[in-house]
Structure formats: C-alpha cells, structure tokens
C-alpha cells in the first residue's frame, strides 16, 4: 500500500449508529494505513469512532487547551482563531463560553495548531436541518473549508456513505 501522508480533519455528531461507527472506524483505519493523519477532538460518537480506527495516527484537540490559564499547553495563535471562528458565525456575541471553545476547536482541527496546515479533506457526520444547513461546531468547520477549498465529505447523505463503503470494499474485499 502506498504511504501518502497528510492529513484530514473528522467531526461531528455525538450520535451515531452503530454501523455509522464501524464505518467511520473502517475509514480512519484505512486512512491511517496509508499514512494519513485524522485531526478531531475528544466527543463520543464520531470523533470516538475515528480516534479508534486512526489510532495513534491523530492529533486531538480538546476544549481545555483554550481556556487560559487552566493548562499549561495552550493551543498556539488562539487570538487568530477566535477571530476566525468569530468571523464565520454572526451571532458570535451571543455564544456561550463552551460554544465558542467548540467553534474555535474547529478552526485547529482543519487548519492544525499553527492554523497554516490545512487538512486536505473533511470528513464528517452530521445531520442536515430543513434548511440545509449543518448544526453546531460541525458547521463552521464546513464553513471554513469551503472558504478554504477544502473537500468535504457528510456520510450523513447515504450517497457518500455508499460511495466511502464502495472503495473500501474494493480496496479490502
């Protein structure tokens, strides 16, 4: 198999089925087989489901690496990210604390620590409301990388969890 190294950012939902899950574990398994890195954070659900297919082939951010003053290691460029983040969103004023801190955790996890390594791709879960629109901190990562032409895959839509299990039966029969 061909070692490719890069990496890729996997979020979303603390709810997933269990066969969401095996897939989701599946892919980061692959992933990381062929040198690929998985950027997530700490959530149940997805990000579980990838860290354990990825193994030790990830970088996880947690909330409590932005907030001041509580660790030691505090997540690097944190003005420029809020600001990202904050830029994205509107509403920004009206968020709580954990919100923001969720937010701003999506911005390291497609841009990296140094906010200057993007991911090459996104690859979530995460339901559509009737709107179109993907709900919580998994929307703005969507949002930033379409700023930053960044791929996105929702195995939310059942077309990409088809085409996702279609490649991988094909590439591990």
């Not at 990496?7 to 989701?24: C, K, M, N, Q, W």
């Not at 390291?108 to 629109?133: E, K, R, V």
Request: include cysteine; charged fraction near 20%; glycine fraction near 8%.
């Amino acid at each position: 198999m061909t070692k490719t190294t890069g990496f890729y950012t996997g979020i979303g939902s603390r709810e997933v089925a269990p066969d969401i899950a095996h897939l989701l574990t599946r892919i980061a398994r692959h992933l990381a087989a062929t040198g690929n890195i998985l950027r997530t954070g700490g959530a149940r659900g997805v990000e579980k489901a990838l860290r354990q297919g990825a193994e030790e082939d990830c970088e996880v951010f947690l909330p409590y690496q932005i907030v001041r003053g509580t660790v030691q290691e505090e997540l690097p460029h944190l003005l420029a990210a809020t600001r990202i983040a904050e830029g994205l969103h509107p509403d920004w004023p009206e968020y709580n604390p954990f919100s923001r801190r969720a937010h701003i955790l999506s911005v390291y996890q497609l841009l990296g620590a140094d906010l200057n390594t993007p991911s090459d791709f996104l690859l979530c879960y995460a339901p559509i409301d009737s709107h179109g629109l993907i709900q919580g901190a998994t929307r703005t990562a969507v949002a930033l990388a379409a700023v930053q032409g960044i791929r996105c895959y929702n195995l939310f839509q059942e077309r990409v969890r088809w085409k996702f299990r279609a490649r991988l039966d094909e590439l591990q029969p």
